[in-house]
């Protein structure tokens, strides 16, 4: 997979890389950035993720700075909301705490008070890369947020390599969701419908399993060349 695939991205180690397009040597340590806007308030909301590595894979390390009144939500079966603002000391914090994990792979739901850009800064994952999504047992709903490892915009299954099962489905959000179902199409061949989703650089989205589904091991062999 070329570099140029990483939309939004801009590496950092650009000696790293041009050595990389010279000999061909695969290198360990790609480190970049990419940005995501968002707006004001409930309307501005946005499903955010993390899709770069560093040394400390927390909310608090993550999300370390954005605007005061900013809110995160990450969701286990149901939400847990962290705010941005002031510590008993007069710092800027999140609170209950920071400690919460956002590895690659993983998101929730960003506001802000104000119009605002994201950033995230690490590592481009390289290798083998792994993100379960777990099943759902018989006659229970269990939907989970997930996203690329990779910051990478293309199709979920065709290109990113998430391997569905009939009766999948997948929910984007943008001022409201959008809605994907895996499932066979007129032609009897199992696709996305109404089409393949393809989420943005930086954008997570909701997974459904369909009932009585086996886990899903989201398994991508990424390297940049």
């Known amino acids: 997979m070329r570099t140029k695939v990483l939309l939004g991205l801009a590496a950092i180690a650009a000696s790293a890389l041009t050595s990389m397009a010279q000999s061909n040597v695969y290198s360990l340590n790609v480190v970049g950035y990419y940005n995501v806007n ?22 608090g390390s993550v999300l370390a700075s954005v605007p005061e009144g900013s809110q995160f939500f ?7 909301a962290y705010a941005y603002g002031p510590d008993d000391n007069g710092f800027d914090n999140w609170a209950p705490d920071g400690l919460a994990t956002l590895n690659p792979g993983e998101g929730g ?32 709903a269990h939907k989970v947020i997930r996203s ?20 999948d489905q997948l929910y984007t959000f943008a001022g ?45 062999n990424f390297t940049v060349q």
Do not use: C
């Open 74 to 80: 990450k969701f286990n079966g149901g939400f847990t």
């Open 176 to 220: 409201g969701y959008t809605a994907f179902a895996y499932g066979p199409d007129d032609n009897g061949f199992d696709n996305w419908a109404p089409s393949e989703p393809a989420p943005a650089v930086g954008e997570a989205f909701f997974y459904l399993k369909v009932n009585g589904g086996p886990t899903t091991l989201w398994v991508r």
């Open 109 to 140: 739901f960003f506001q802000s008070p104000v119009v605002t850009t994201v950033t995230f800064v690490g590592e481009v994952l390289q290798g083998s890369l792994t993100n379960t999504i777990p099943s759902t047992p018989p006659g229970n």
């Open 148 to 167: 690329s490892m990779v910051p990478q915009s293309a199709g979920i299954t065709s290109v990113l390599g998430l391997a569905a099962d009939e009766g």
């Open 38 to 59: 968002i707006g004001v308030g409930s309307t501005g909301k946005r499903m955010i993720a993390n899709q770069l590595n560093t040394t400390n894979n927390t909310i």
